[in-house]
């Protein structure tokens, strides 16, 4: 009888024991898995694996230089959404100044900047004939390192004017409001790729007529420009085919 419970005692320790047991290469698992999980930005499965981790683990710092990185990873992803909302907002508002900007001086853009200057100012016969273009820029108030950027024929600068600004962040027409696509290209980009470029035609009311050029890359200039505009600037006209 003794003997018997002395046996039941021992099997019931070694179940202890056993139920106790961490597992390294189930916490190896947890570990690299939940690691992967960060790095793809995926917070809720890391967080699953790290509970995973805590029963597989029984290196207390491991598991508390893990938290750690949950914790920094997803505050970098906060930080991520909401740098991207700030650019995507900027995005927007510096259309919209740039648009009512090209609406108000679309017939005069000789009057858009201040301190115009001319191609070859030295060139006598070019002041009279006024066969040249002109260019200048305005500051924006509001954003920094963003101007609006004025090109446009000296002797009839309402049919052959050019408006563009750069924006940080691709844009397409339907950024533009009321369009028709006339043509779309693929270009080059920095990275060995490809991206679209559009061309279209403004119809909203205040830009009715005029057409635009833009391009679907970090870093491009937005063009807005009349449709005698090419006529005048050939290498500009070759973008468009």
């Known amino acids: 009888?003794?003997?018997?419970?002395?046996?039941?005692?021992?099997?019931?320790c070694n179940l202890v024991v056993a139920c106790n047991q961490k597992d390294a290469a189930k916490c190896d698992e947890a570990m690299g898995t939940t690691r992967q999980a960060l790095q793809s930005g995926q917070i809720d499965l890391a967080t699953r694996w790290r509970q995973y981790a805590y029963k597989q683990c029984d290196d207390a710092a491991q598991l508390a230089a893990l938290d750690k990185e949950i914790v920094d990873r997803r505050a970098q992803l906060q930080a991520d959404a909401a740098e991207k909302e700030r650019k995507q907002s900027q995005h927007k508002q510096l259309i919209a100044l740039f648009l009512q900007w090209v609406g108000q001086y679309r017939n005069s853009p000789e009057t858009s900047v201040a301190s115009p200057?001319?191609?070859?100012?030295?060139?006598?016969?070019?002041?009279?004939t006024k066969e040249r273009f002109c260019?200048?820029?305005r500051a924006i108030t509001g954003i920094e390192g963003r101007?609006?950027?004025?090109?446009?024929?000296?002797?009839?600068?309402s049919e052959a004017a050019l408006f563009s600004v750069r924006s940080e962040l691709p844009t397409t027409c339907?950024?533009?409001?009321g369009h028709r696509v006339l043509g779309e290209t693929a270009v080059p980009s920095s990275d060995g790729k490809t991206v679209k470029r559009q061309h279209c035609e403004l119809t909203d009311p205040s830009l009715s007529g005029l057409h635009a050029l833009v391009t679907e890359a970090n870093q491009a200039?937005?063009?807005?420009?009349?449709?005698?505009y090419p006529d005048k600037d050939l290498g500009f006209a070759a973008q468009l085919k």
Do not use: H
Not at 1 to 12: D, E, N, P
Not at 221 to 228: H, L, M, N, R, Y
């Open 1 to 12: 009888m003794r003997t018997s419970i002395v046996l039941g005692l021992l099997v019931s």
């Open 117 to 128: 200057t001319c191609e070859n100012e030295q060139d006598a016969k070019l002041k009279v």
């Open 135 to 137: 260019s200048g820029s």
């Open 147 to 157: 101007t609006l950027q004025a090109r446009y024929w000296e002797k009839s600068p």
């Open 174 to 177: 339907t950024d533009l409001g």
């Open 221 to 228: 200039d937005i063009k807005v420009f009349t449709a005698g």
